[in-house]
């Protein structure tokens, strides 16, 4: 054992130090019919040497990526890798001790303000789990602020998400209204008396929806506005805080985290003023040390459990802050110019491959409306034909839409990032030409 | 917004027009986004180049302490060594670089982990099945009462309360009303354990469940588990085992075989994988077969061939975040467990216990141990004495401690011990280690009763001093302008 460093005689010592016939002996308020009399039925420690063998046998190289619906295959530069795994930063815990943890405190500090520029809002938290679980608590906090027990959410929005959402609020007796599509994009629906609007953009189709006009919606009806956002979107897109939302949340994976499988991603939550104090979370805020130089401090911790017990907002504690790292130095990386060239280079080639695909027989885009990274295809074939089509040239899209959308039957997202050359996007084409063959 | 401090943001330093990125041009047009939708002015974004980002970001990691800088006795933390092998597995790009909508065949190692890694956590936990969703451990407990919940809503009624000790976490009464329940707190007895009188006159058919940490936020093993649970089961309640203490008793002792109907385990702390600064945890949930059908979706299945999603659970409490969990943190946690085997678990779980013990027992003398027995993973000192004679307080030791090199403990936490100090070793650290931080404690103690001033005044050493934390919170600056 390793990285056990007691040796049998230090455990001698130790026991004869503190008069212990042995270390069952530390074990004897555990009644013994409590105790477990046999070896836990694990397989044989393995050495380093057998683990890395062992891990690299279940890694499985994965094909070219046109996967989308809120996992994206960007681009991640070394930098990123190499300062998140400097262990000052991954081996230390949530920074309670300001005098000795100012590198994770400056770093949220500045993420805070990257994803309150990149939203155009006032205020943004430390971070949450991920873009579904950031939904959910923005819903929550506009519950609280509104008093209101109805939440109207787009069926446009991600439907992990609103899963997420239901498990949120069904103990909150909260009814959630879903607002219906119409060629990709959320139709103008009645949303009187909800506490929140909650809308996606892009949504998880891919499409722009008109937020212009769903945040007047809202408006009218005094809810607040939620969007869930593409922070890779927001180099080019407007921002929430222009068009009028009150809450702006979403899923960070994009700015320089690795897929992995869905997790650990990065949610992200920024507010207006009148809701900071609503804010669930840690969140850093400048202030001095008694030497009277600026630093950081984790803040208006009044709000949080440790502090309220059942009275507060949200349980949540640990939240990404090793992600929320990743993100800043990926946004400090790539910068204002970094990051427009990023969306637009998603945008062009996701334009590019939406005509590539569209001129293939028995696949078309399924929607008319304008779209950023993904698209929605609606193909005249089984799923099951497609996948095998792409898996040929080692290619996957999707995911499938049927399982989400019953409607949606043969549709299917292609999401197309800034790595994708022109030539992957033509052997798209080939294979779903092939299609029809497989 | 304050002058600048002595460490610049990276805001206030780079250029316009420097850059630390290279892209490719575009080998397809450009595309036209609708008028209406685009962007006016750009986000205030950093532009600095890649040494400066490089130095900016390995100065700011200077300012942090972590476990790979010294010994962090954060009680209630688990704050044990990180093995670097597993960062270099988590990293492998056919884990990593994995999309959770791939086609299960081509996911198969991943989905296996998950699914080894459920049948491990279910064995140490001694109950049936573990979802893997939750990010955290206090998501957990979300899972985990939304479990109980809904056990008792297909009964016909949710129930009304939830029964938690004084000593809980924070989270176990703020999870509860999350989850649409009253809180109950329950006294603690003479010994840190539950007042079982209390619970038997609280305990009826309106209380969904209890929350329990056994051994308990003391680091005591509350001796009266069985009857504790039987009470709860007798009423039709259920019992929550909150894991963040498991590292005391794994091997040793299951929360099944206690009576714990659903368990949560903190990945970053009982398993090895690094806590982030705050995050990303993971917090599986493992519970009774009888519970078992209203687990989160999807839950992953091995048919003796292939491993596959299960999505057919019709009566799952839903999601509490999107796809399978924080898979690379699962990946580290599974790893942990394949290099540590059954004896190595036990042996950490041993460990942990010595090394809480013979520091404690090395500490009583310049502290008031409230608790004065055998105690698990951690233990509980006050600083009553240094505060009442000293007018030396448990935070000012706490800060002292830094100077001496150390990560101070959890202080003012159990809320029920007056000037908590929380002391956590681990099973990681050597007994030099501990005798150095028992030397310095010892030195803490002595200078708070000889030259009080100079434990107010700490930390000395540190690159920061103490912060007006009140100014912090009245003037709240929360971005850089």
């Known amino acids: ?438 | 917004m304050l002058s600048q401090g002595p460490v610049p943001l990276i805001f206030e330093m780079g250029a316009p027009g420097r850059r630390a990125f290279s892209l490719p041009g575009g080998d397809v047009p450009e595309a036209v986004l609708p008028a209406g939708l685009r962007r006016e002015t750009p986000p205030r974004l950093p532009e600095v180049s890649e040494g400066e980002l490089v130095r900016h970001f390995t100065t700011l990691s200077n300012l942090n302490f972590g476990v790979d800088t010294g010994f962090y006795p954060l009680g209630s933390c688990t704050m044990k060594y990180n093995p670097k092998v597993f960062e270099v597995v988590a990293r492998l790009p056919g884990l990593s670089g994995l999309h959770p909508y791939l086609p299960e065949e081509l996911a198969q190692g991943a989905l296996r982990i998950i699914h080894e890694l459920e049948r491990y956590l279910a064995e140490i936990a001694g109950l049936a099945r573990v979802t893997m969703q939750p990010a955290a451990g206090a998501h957990g407990e979300l899972v985990g009462v939304l479990l109980i919940r809904a056990y008792h809503e297909s009964r016909g009624n949710p129930r009304q309360k939830i029964l938690i000790p004084d000593s809980a976490h924070g989270t176990n009464p703020a999870t509860a009303a999350m989850a649409g329940y009253e809180v109950v707190t329950l006294p603690s007895d003479a010994r840190g354990g539950i007042d079982v009188g209390a619970l038997e006159k609280a305990m009826d058919d309106t209380v969904a469940g209890l929350m329990l940490t056994n051994p308990n936020t003391l680091g005591l093993f509350d001796e009266n588990i069985d009857v504790i649970t039987g009470l709860v089961h007798g009423k039709g309640g259920l019992l929550y085992y909150d894991g963040a203490n498991a590292n005391a008793v794994m091997g040793y002792s299951r929360p099944g075989d206690m009576g714990f109907d659903v368990v949560h385990f903190n990945l970053h702390k009982t398993f090895a994988t690094p806590h982030g600064g705050g995050g990303p945890g993971a917090g599986p949930v493992a519970v009774t077969a009888e519970l078992a059908p209203y687990l989160p979706v999807p839950l992953v299945d091995f048919d003796g061939e292939s491993y596959r999603l299960n999505y057919d659970l019709p009566r799952s409490i839903g999601r509490v975040r999107s796809f399978y969990g924080n898979f690379g943190v699962l990946v580290k946690a599974y790893a942990y467990i394949r290099s540590m085997g059954a004896a190595g678990l036990k042996q950490a779980a041993g460990d942990a216990v010595l090394n809480a013990n013979y520091v404690m027992r090395h500490l009583q003398e310049y502290f008031d141990l409230p608790f004065d027995r055998a105690c698990k993973h951690e233990f509980v000192l006050s600083g009553k004495r240094q505060k009442e004679k000293n007018g030396v307080r448990t935070l000012d030791m706490a800060k002292r401690l830094m100077d001496y090199g150390f990560h101070p403990p959890t202080v003012y936490f159990p809320l029920i011990v007056e000037e908590a100090m929380m002391i956590e070793p681990t099973e990681t650290e050597s007994k030099e280690t501990l005798d150095r931080f028992i030397g310095a404690c010892a030195a803490v103690a002595n200078e708070a009763r000889d030259e009080p001033e100079k434990v107010h005044g700490a930390p000395h050493t540190t690159p920061f001093g103490r912060m007006d934390e009140t100014r912090a919170a009245r003037q709240p600056d929360l971005r850089w302008r």
């Open chain 1, 1 to 438: 054992m390793q990285y056990i460093p007691n040796t049998e005689a230090d455990r001698q010592k130790m026991l004869a130090d503190i008069g212990a016939a042995s270390v069952e002996d530390l074990f004897a308020d555990i009644p013994a019919f409590l105790r477990l009399t046999r070896e836990l039925d694990l397989p044989p420690a393995l050495s380093e040497m057998e683990l890395v063998g062992h891990m690299t046998a279940l890694a499985q190289a994965p094909p070219t990526c046109f996967l989308g619906g809120g996992c994206y295959d960007h681009f991640i530069p070394a930098v990123v890798d190499a300062l998140v795994s400097r262990s000052e930063f991954y081996t230390a815990y949530t920074p309670y001790q300001p005098e000795i943890s100012q590198g994770t405190l400056t770093a949220i500090y500045e993420f805070q303000t990257m994803i309150a520029e990149l939203t155009g809002l006032d205020a943004a938290n430390a971070s949450m789990y991920d873009g579904a679980s950031a939904l959910a608590e923005a819903a929550v906090m506009a519950v609280r602020k509104t008093g209101r027990t109805r939440v109207a959410v787009a069926e446009s929005v991600h439907p992990e998400y609103r899963r997420v959402l239901a498990t949120y609020l069904a103990p909150r007796r909260v009814e959630l209204v879903q607002l219906p599509y119409e060629g990709g994009i959320t139709a103008a629906a009645a949303v009187d008396g909800t506490a929140a609007v909650l809308v996606q953009q892009p949504n998880f189709f891919g499409c722009l929806e008109d937020v212009g006009q769903l945040a007047g919606l809202a408006r009218a009806a005094g809810a607040l506005f939620i969007v869930s956002c593409d922070p890779v979107s927001l180099a080019v897109l407007k921002p929430p805080g222009a068009y009028g939302a009150d809450i702006a949340c979403g899923e960070g994976q994009s700015l320089g985290l690795p897929m992995s499988f869905g997790g650990p991603g990065l949610g992200f939550l920024a507010v207006r003023e009148s809701l900071v104090r609503h804010l669930p979370g840690r969140m850093a805020g400048a202030t001095v040390d008694n030497r009277g130089r600026r630093a950081f401090v984790l803040t208006m911790q009044a709000r949080e459990q440790h502090i309220r017990r059942e009275k507060a907002g949200s349980n949540i504690c640990s939240n990404h802050a090793l992600c929320a790292l990743a993100a800043t130095v990926h946004l400090s990386a790539l910068g204002p110019a970094g990051l427009a060239r990023v969306a637009s280079l998603c945008a062009a080639k996701a334009a590019y491959a939406s005509a590539a695909v569209n001129g293939v027989p028995g696949f078309r885009a399924a929607f008319a409306a304008p779209f950023f990274k993904e698209f929605v295809v609606k193909s005249d074939y089984p799923w099951e034909k497609v996948r095998c089509g792409l898996s040929r040239h080692n290619l996957a899209a999707g995911p499938e839409l049927s399982r989400f959308y019953p409607e949606l039957a043969g549709h299917f997202l292609v999401a197309v990032t800034e790595k994708r050359t022109r030539a992957e996007i033509d052997r798209l084409k080939t294979a779903l030409r092939e299609v029809a063959s497989c």
